[in-house]
């Protein structure tokens, strides 16, 4: 069995396609994968001639458990005569500050760190000791949550990474063979107790699933490793056949919609991920794509996909558009500003508000993108009265004689949903007088025709 593992087993040097004596960074965490990892490594190394260098991670999640892993993978390098970089972070805390969850971060904690390493040191190749059983996992888990081709891939065997590659030499062994290994060749590992806990999905899959699964049907892990392998190349093509229509699609502003909706279905789907994908630096999932979709189909329903990372999709003037998500109005600071001469920001809105005299019928500002009102009333009288404010829960606006929801009048008016929580709006003490885009209350004298007696009041959206 252990012959059959090596035969399977790949150097990094030649999943990366770079020459054999190419230094190599390894993930070493210290339990079996990464110890027989080493082990077989280290042989590679004295063949090829090639550095090898250890990279361990303290994520600061599993205290004296923790500070055991970090001293074995220490004393381990110094039996190899190897070096070794070790990082202590405080995973915890990091998690609590950016509002992600503990795995998440931890591995981006790593992965950053490993990426630094590279850079600093030059090393092409980082190494993990991802395996079939790992790749067999990350297939079911996907697919019972919901994805793809791209999905279905599972883990690739080699991929690019800071500059360099990633590699993964034992994704065609499984974990009986590596356990077998290491006890045929005595490699001393540790073991990670959380790896044990079945409120973590991967573990229950693991422990539970996969077990099955092998006395089902025996060398499912490798199988599904080779069938993950072949809807790789599938999802390649699809990538690039998607990246070309994601190109011809692409403008300023966002994606056309109509070049989407015209496309394949399979096309569209891809552009549809590797663009979500970019702007969030992180794969989507079916639920995701599922909303892309259906917003691209009704661009006109004004509603916001939420992405990953805070991410949202939106659509504005028949393009998709992705950016970081506007906070609602109860994150926002509510202001009271009274109306004045000049410009001044709304708040920390991103927004400027304006009022000024027209002189002779003619505009004092180029406002072809932004909204405005021409008031008839003597200013010295209205500025002690008028204020902007931001929306509130509840607002309504006397208009045609009738008082009418604020909010629905806005996505009558197709005002972009990231946009309508941070739009001032022009109240007194009766409420809202003028608000942007949707109209003014009954009563108010105005005109959006510069006049000699008027004031014209707005406001100013960023880059108009």
């Not at 190494?127 to 079911?140: G, R, S």
């Not at 994805?147 to 590659?165: E, H, N, P, Q």
């Not at 509130?392 to 045609?400: K, V």
Request: glycine content about 8%; some cysteine; charged content about 25%.
């Amino acid at each position: 069995m252990i012959g059959c593992m090596m035969e399977r087993a790949r150097t990094p040097q030649s999943l990366a396609g770079m020459p054999a004596d190419t230094p190599v960074l390894l993930a070493f965490s210290g339990g079996a994968d990464s110890a027989a990892l080493l082990h077989r490594l280290s042989e590679w190394a004295q063949i090829y001639g090639f550095s090898l260098t250890l990279a361990h991670v303290n994520h600061g999640i599993r205290g004296e458990e923790a500070l055991r892993d970090r001293t074995f993978c220490e004393a381990c390098a110094e039996q190899y005569g190897l070096e070794i970089c070790v990082l202590d972070a405080d995973v915890p805390r990091l998690a609590g500050e950016s509002g992600k969850g503990i795995e998440e971060t931890a591995r981006e904690v790593r992965y950053a760190y490993f990426e630094r390493l590279m850079r600093e040191r030059q090393i092409p190749l980082l190494a993990t000791a991802h395996h079939a059983d790992d790749n067999l996992e990350t297939v079911l888990f996907r697919l019972a949550r919901g994805t793809g081709v791209k999905g279905l891939s599972g883990i690739a065997s080699a991929r690019r990474f800071a500059g360099g590659t990633l590699t993964r030499p034992f994704l065609q062994v499984t974990k009986q063979e590596i356990l077998a290994y290491c006890e045929a060749n005595g490699v001393p590992f540790v073991t990670d107790g959380t790896n044990a806990d079945p409120t973590y999905a991967r573990n229950r899959i693991r422990m539970e699933v996969l077990p099955i699964l092998e006395e089902l049907f025996p060398g499912a892990s490798r199988r599904v490793s080779r069938t993950a392998e072949e809807l790789s190349e599938i999802s390649e093509y699809l990538d690039a056949m998607g990246e070309a229509l994601l190109q011809s699609a692409r403008h300023d502003a966002g994606l056309g919609i109509e070049a989407l909706v015209d496309a394949p279905a399979p096309l569209r789907k891809r552009a549809l991920y590797l663009f979500a994908e970019r702007a969030c630096g992180s794969m989507i999932e079916a639920v995701h794509m599922d909303a892309l979709l259906a917003l691209c189909a009704d661009p006109n329903a004004h509603a916001e996909v939420a992405l990953p990372h805070d991410m949202i999709a939106f659509c504005e003037r028949g393009m998709l558009c992705v950016g970081k998500r506007m906070r609602d109005a109860h994150s926002l600071a509510q202001f009271h500003i009274p109306l004045s001469h000049g410009v001044c920001d709304a708040g920390v809105t991103g927004i400027r508000v304006f009022a000024e005299k027209c002189e002779n019928g003619i505009k004092v500002h180029n406002l072809s993108t932004a909204p405005y009102i021409i008031l008839k009333e003597d200013f010295d009288i209205i500025n002690k009265t008028l204020f902007w404010r931001l929306r509130e829960d509840g607002d309504e606006i006397l208009m045609g004689g009738m008082h009418r929801m604020l909010r629905r009048l806005q996505a009558r008016a197709q005002i972009p949903v990231r946009l309508r929580d941070k739009l001032p709006l022009l109240c007194d003490a009766e409420g809202i007088v003028w608000a942007p885009f949707v109209g003014v209350r009954d009563g108010v004298s105005h005109t959006t025709e510069p006049t000699a007696d008027g004031f014209m009041v707005g406001i100013l959206l960023p880059n108009s």
